[in-house]
């Protein structure tokens, strides 16, 4: 076939399949937090405490798996590595509905019924132990496998797009999360009601065995698909030479490069300065992600299934949308302002870190509708999704090539650690809080305890900030 004759678009399908592929990673991880309150606590008779501990064990073990996820994909291939990352964990998914057999099973009583009610307090805690370990299995199952969704999708969209659309098709598949997020409020609750909780972890994880079938037939490699003309693969491959050109000359730069071990980078600011920058951060955003759906619950006593919760919680996530032009920032200070490039996106994460101060006011405005606070957290949210959009950058500005990996890993691990320690605490406090009848600044129990959380998670952002500018005042790069 001619190259002149019309370009096929078939890259185009492959960047659909990674947009539902992101849809489904995000469902899936949301199953848990909108059947949390109204069906898996009362069977199995969690505190806050049990939740705060699986949500943070499932944040740590994914920054951990983070850290191998994207050699593991490089080592097996496009195809079979994101076909391993999809089956692991959409498995991981569907083996929570197994959890209440299981305890059953170990603790001696038949039916969901029968142990929801349950009274003896030794039963109780034997009951709500067995399930926690038994949801943290397969929660971790589940953080294994999705670790790889965004290496695999990246590494996909770099086979399939030149690098002048790369930017294009990673926003559109990115754009998957939020369309995930979206459609989980409006989905899981009501498979929840109407099949039981243990179908909406099946079902929705099964979607991802579907993706499976549609991937194993539809992609193969651009120069090997028979889908692909010779028009479209010449536009593909465009930048085939440079690329060449530049691997030759980063292999070059490697030779004379001095490699930085992974301790010798402990002993730079650079290292804690970008570490400080995720530790709180990260696990502010895992906690409205996981919290929400509670926090509508006990404050405004809304059920999962109800529309005004479903709206609410789908309100939040459009707002988090905003968060697209976090990007853009930093290089109006760079190109107007002509400042350098860390310089640029530190003065960008300052603004965006007065933006999560609003959260401060939830509590207090709460009574006025619960919108005031799905409008105030969707900001804060919107306002982590700009920070985090700058903060990876900030390495590349400091660390040589051939570092950035390792210092990525170690600030995904302060993030992981930071967001355990969140989750954990936060799920203590509204115990506490609860049982204590606490009262604070007009807000009682529970809803003292979000108060707390709620203030924490708005100064996270200038905390971590100024830790950012008191380890490295100004721009100073790391020569190897």
């Given at each position: 076939?001619?190259?002149?004759?019309?370009?096929?678009?078939?890259?185009?399908?492959?960047?659909?399949?990674?947009?539902?592929?992101t849809?489904?990673?995000?469902m899936?991880?949301?199953?848990?937090?909108?059947?949390?309150?109204?069906?898996?606590?009362?069977?199995?008779?969690?505190?806050?405490n049990?939740?705060?501990?699986?949500?943070?064990?499932?944040?740590?073990?994914?920054?951990?798996?983070?850290?191998?996820?994207?050699?593991?994909?490089?080592?097996?291939?496009?195809?079979?590595?994101?076909?391993?990352?999809?089956?692991?964990?959409?498995?991981?998914?569907?083996?929570?509905?197994?959890?209440?057999?299981?305890?059953?099973?170990?603790?001696?009583?038949?039916?969901?019924?029968?142990?929801?009610?349950?009274?003896a307090?030794?039963?109780?805690?034997?009951?709500a132990?067995?399930?926690?370990?038994?949801?943290?299995?397969?929660?971790?199952?589940?953080?294994?496998?999705?670790?790889?969704?965004?290496?695999?999708?990246?590494?996909?969209?770099?086979?399939?797009?030149?690098?002048?659309?790369?930017?294009?098709?990673?926003?559109?598949?990115?754009?998957?999360?939020?369309?995930?997020?979206?459609?989980?409020?409006?989905?899981?609750p009501?498979?929840?009601?109407?099949?039981?909780?243990?179908?909406?972890?099946?079902?929705?994880?099964?979607?991802?065995?579907?993706?499976?079938?549609?991937?194993?037939?539809?992609?193969?490699?651009?120069?090997?698909?028979?889908?692909?003309?010779?028009a479209?693969?010449?536009y593909?491959?465009?930048?085939?030479?440079?690329?060449?050109?530049?691997?030759?000359?980063?292999?070059?730069?490697?030779?004379?490069?001095?490699?930085?071990?992974?301790?010798?980078?402990?002993?730079?600011?650079?290292?804690?300065?970008?570490?400080?920058g995720?530790?709180?951060?990260?696990?502010?955003?895992?906690?409205?992600?996981?919290?929400?759906?509670?926090?509508?619950?006990?404050?405004?006593?809304?059920?999962?299934?109800e529309?005004?919760?479903q709206?609410?919680?789908?309100?939040?996530?459009?707002?988090?949308?905003?968060?697209?032009?976090?990007?853009?920032?930093?290089?109006?200070?760079?190109?107007?302002q002509?400042?350098?490039?860390?310089?640029?996106?530190?003065?960008?994460?300052?603004?965006?870190?007065?933006f999560?101060?609003?959260?401060?006011?939830?509590?207090?405005?709460?009574?006025?509708s619960?919108?005031?606070?799905?409008?105030?957290?969707?900001?804060?949210?919107?306002?982590?999704?700009?920070?985090?959009?700058?903060?990876?950058?900030?390495?590349?500005?400091?660390?040589?090539?051939?570092?950035?990996?390792?210092?990525?890993?170690?600030?995904?691990?302060?993030?992981?650690?930071?967001?355990?320690?969140?989750?954990k605490?936060?799920?203590?406090?509204?115990d506490?809080?609860?049982?204590?009848?606490?009262?604070?600044?007009?807000?009682?129990?529970i809803?003292?305890?979000?108060?707390?959380?709620?203030?924490?998670?708005?100064?996270?952002?200038?905390?971590?900030?100024?830790?950012?500018?008191?380890?490295?005042?100004?721009?100073?790069?790391?020569?190897?």
């Amino acid at each position: 076939m001619s190259q002149t004759a019309k370009k096929t678009n078939y890259r185009w399908i492959i960047c659909v399949l990674l947009f539902f592929a992101t849809t489904v990673n995000y469902m899936d991880r949301q199953v848990l937090s909108l059947t949390f309150e109204d069906f898996i606590r009362p069977e199995f008779h969690w505190s806050n405490n049990h939740y705060g501990t699986i949500t943070g064990i499932f944040s740590l073990f994914y920054a951990v798996a983070m850290l191998f996820a994207g050699s593991f994909i490089d080592k097996l291939g496009t195809k079979k590595g994101y076909l391993w990352s999809i089956g692991i964990w959409s498995f991981g998914a569907c083996i929570h509905a197994v959890c209440g057999v299981l305890t059953q099973k170990f603790v001696g009583i038949e039916g969901a019924q029968a142990m929801a009610a349950v009274t003896a307090a030794d039963t109780v805690a034997k009951i709500a132990t067995i399930s926690m370990t038994m949801f943290i299995i397969a929660r971790c199952i589940l953080a294994l496998g999705e670790a790889g969704n965004f290496p695999a999708a990246i590494k996909a969209t770099a086979e399939y797009f030149p690098k002048k659309d790369r930017a294009f098709a990673t926003s559109i598949f990115n754009a998957g999360s939020t369309v995930g997020a979206l459609i989980a409020p409006f989905t899981i609750p009501v498979l929840a009601a109407r099949y039981g909780w243990e179908l909406a972890f099946i079902i929705i994880g099964a979607l991802g065995f579907v993706w499976m079938g549609f991937w194993t037939f539809l992609y193969k490699k651009p120069d090997r698909n028979p889908h692909v003309n010779a028009a479209e693969l010449s536009y593909i491959e465009q930048d085939k030479a440079a690329e060449e050109a530049e691997k030759a000359a980063a292999a070059e730069a490697a030779k004379r490069e001095k490699s930085i071990s992974l301790w010798k980078c402990f002993t730079y600011r650079q290292t804690w300065a970008f570490a400080f920058g995720k530790l709180l951060p990260d696990g502010v955003w895992w906690f409205y992600l996981f919290w929400m759906p509670s926090f509508l619950k006990n404050v405004y006593g809304m059920n999962s299934t109800e529309p005004r919760f479903q709206i609410a919680i789908g309100a939040l996530y459009l707002i988090v949308m905003l968060s697209i032009f976090g990007g853009y920032l930093p290089t109006v200070f760079i190109d107007k302002q002509k400042m350098n490039p860390y310089a640029g996106r530190m003065k960008a994460m300052l603004i965006f870190a007065f933006f999560p101060l609003v959260a401060l006011a939830t509590l207090p405005l709460a009574h006025v509708s619960y919108w005031i606070p799905v409008v105030l957290i969707g900001i804060a949210a919107a306002a982590h999704q700009a920070w985090s959009a700058n903060i990876f950058s900030t390495v590349g500005d400091m660390f040589p090539k051939s570092t950035i990996a390792t210092v990525t890993g170690i600030g995904g691990m302060a993030g992981g650690l930071g967001s355990f320690f969140i989750q954990k605490g936060a799920g203590m406090l509204f115990d506490a809080s609860e049982r204590g009848g606490w009262s604070l600044l007009g807000s009682q129990g529970i809803e003292a305890g979000y108060l707390i959380m709620f203030t924490f998670c708005g100064l996270a952002y200038l905390f971590s900030w100024i830790m950012m500018k008191i380890l490295v005042p100004k721009y100073k790069p790391i020569q190897s």
